[in-house]
């Protein structure tokens, strides 16, 4: 460990561009041959990764981890494993999360419980996990979560604070321009870090930034005269491209909002609803069709009609049956069994398009025994105390959405649900997903990663609109890429004296 040096990418708020940063710098390294891992030792994400155990780490050969670390794994070049993210929190509801040590899901518990009972068996599971990846690598970039000010949890702020103490860290604190006051949210933030914290500060980057750069040379010189802390670059406001992390970056329930390709016109492109269910999971599935020219996704409140929609793909959720009863209680249902486009269920989502849902009571914050779902496939599911967390590679045999596609294709599969599958319905992605003509539910996330199964469905979207799809654009730069180039290009590297 002592040979390792370990960057803490901390934050005055959430969703300041630490992540892109982060990645951004593991890319950036690992092209300049230096051994590179990143590192959250503590994450509160819905979007997560079925990833192989650390070697050194307890458990199952599978376990989960936040998203931004798998994608930072990948910038990196090293295989994803749970050390990246040791400690994940997964809310339910009811103030609950599903604790995540070592990749494996130990229980259900609100916030105060967690602090009192768990927090210091979640350190020591990060310290360990942090002291594996600095024997095996030069640099780890570790990213920060929330804000790295929050004086009420100083004393128990794992993924920032306990993660500058316990890895020797220096800092980089993040700050974003564009919501306004980002010298005084810096300022205040650097004068509210423990001392021993505030000695490691090394640098700020400011992020988001639009229009001429010369605008904030004043403040920058302020800021710098006030703290002694070094403003190290200004980030323009140029989303890379990277997966969200969480559902900070969605609209909120009551309010539309659509991403995609808008370069295309209208009479070219379809729209894929998906409805903003409160709870929320691996929403991320949805990303490679939002890259797809022409294809526009819409996260749209749980009772806007489908009018405009060309399909419908219900994302995963964290919470099957709360998010059920929300649905219905919005009229969704009814909306959706009177669609006639292509629909793709994915994990929660195919839960949601079968019949019946037993033993409700072990996804649910209530006690419940059974619920029915919307009835739109012939299929029944029943929760279980374990979860399923894996990679898997599934033969695709192309039916309903996906009909015509064949070959191989690659996921990951997170669980606790058992779905039975009439033996007449087609398996278009494996034994346990289902379909009819067109209608298609599967437990495998990252399904639209495969090109095999992207294209299918975005054919079936175009065909059943009656539109001709514009010509794909395959020069695009890789979101990895666009990250380092980001950061190289606008933050002295140098001054952070990282090995070379």
Request: glycine letters at 10%; a negative charge; one cysteine or more.
């Amino acid at each position: 460990m002592a040979d390792c040096r370990t960057l803490l990418v901390a934050g005055t708020a959430s969703h300041v561009g630490k992540s892109t940063v982060a990645a951004g710098l593991c890319r950036h390294l690992a092209d300049s041959g230096v051994s590179v891992a990143p590192f959250k030792a503590q994450n509160m994400s819905n979007n997560a990764r079925a990833v192989p155990a650390s070697e050194g780490a307890p458990g199952a050969a599978w376990g989960e981890i936040g998203v931004s670390q798998y994608v930072q794994a990948r910038t990196a070049r090293v295989p994803a494993n749970t050390d990246h993210n040791p400690v994940l929190l997964k809310p339910r509801g009811d103030a609950e999360s599903q604790l995540v040590l070592d990749g494996q899901a130990v229980g259900h518990y609100a916030a105060g419980d967690y602090y009192d009972g768990h927090w210091e068996a979640a350190r020591e599971t990060a310290e360990a996990a942090h002291e594996r990846l600095a024997a095996d690598h030069d640099v780890v970039v570790a990213e920060g979560a929330g804000s790295i000010a929050e004086v009420n949890l100083h004393d128990r702020d794992l993924a920032n604070v306990e993660t500058a103490r316990l890895a020797d860290a220096d800092i980089v604190v993040v700050v974003d321009i564009e919501r306004g006051g980002a010298f005084a949210s810096l300022y205040g933030t650097l004068e509210l870090l423990p001392d021993d914290v505030r000695e490691r500060v090394v640098g700020a980057v400011i992020t988001k930034f639009r229009g001429d750069r010369a605008l904030l040379d004043a403040g920058i010189a302020e800021i710098e005269d006030r703290t002694g802390v070094p403003v190290l670059g200004v980030l323009p406001y140029d989303d890379p491209g990277l997966p969200e992390e969480d559902s900070v970056s969605l609209p909120d329930g009551d309010q539309r909002a659509v991403s995609g390709d808008d370069d295309v016109p209208d009479e070219r492109s379809v729209t894929v609803a998906v409805p903003r269910l409160p709870r929320i999971s691996n929403f991320t599935d949805l990303e490679p069709l939002a890259r797809v020219p022409g294809v526009r996704i819409a996260y749209a409140p749980l009772d806007a009609p489908l009018d405009d929609a060309d399909a419908v793909v219900l994302p995963g959720t964290k919470n099957t049956v709360d998010d059920l009863r929300d649905l219905r209680a919005a009229g969704f249902g009814d909306e959706l069994r009177e669609f006639d486009g292509p629909v793709v269920g994915l994990c929660g989502g195919y839960q949601l398009l079968g019949g019946r849902v037993a033993n409700a009571g072990v996804e649910s914050t209530e006690d419940l025994d059974a619920i029915e779902g919307f009835g739109l496939l012939p299929v029944e599911t029943a929760f279980r105390e374990a979860k399923r967390v894996e990679a898997v590679t599934r033969e695709l045999d192309g039916a309903g959405p996906l009909a015509g596609a064949s070959g191989d294709v690659s996921g990951y599969e997170i669980h606790m649900g058992r779905t039975d599958v009439p033996e007449e319905l087609p398996n278009p992605v494996g034994p346990t997903s289902a379909a009819t003509d067109c209608v298609l539910g599967t437990y495998l996330h990252g399904l639209f990663e495969n090109e095999t199964a992207r294209e299918a469905f975005v054919d079936a979207v175009y065909e059943h609109a009656d539109r001709e799809r514009p010509e794909l654009d395959d020069d695009r730069q890789s979101p990895y890429d666009a990250a380092a180039d980001l950061v190289s290009e606008h933050v002295d590297l140098a001054a952070l004296d990282l090995p070379t």
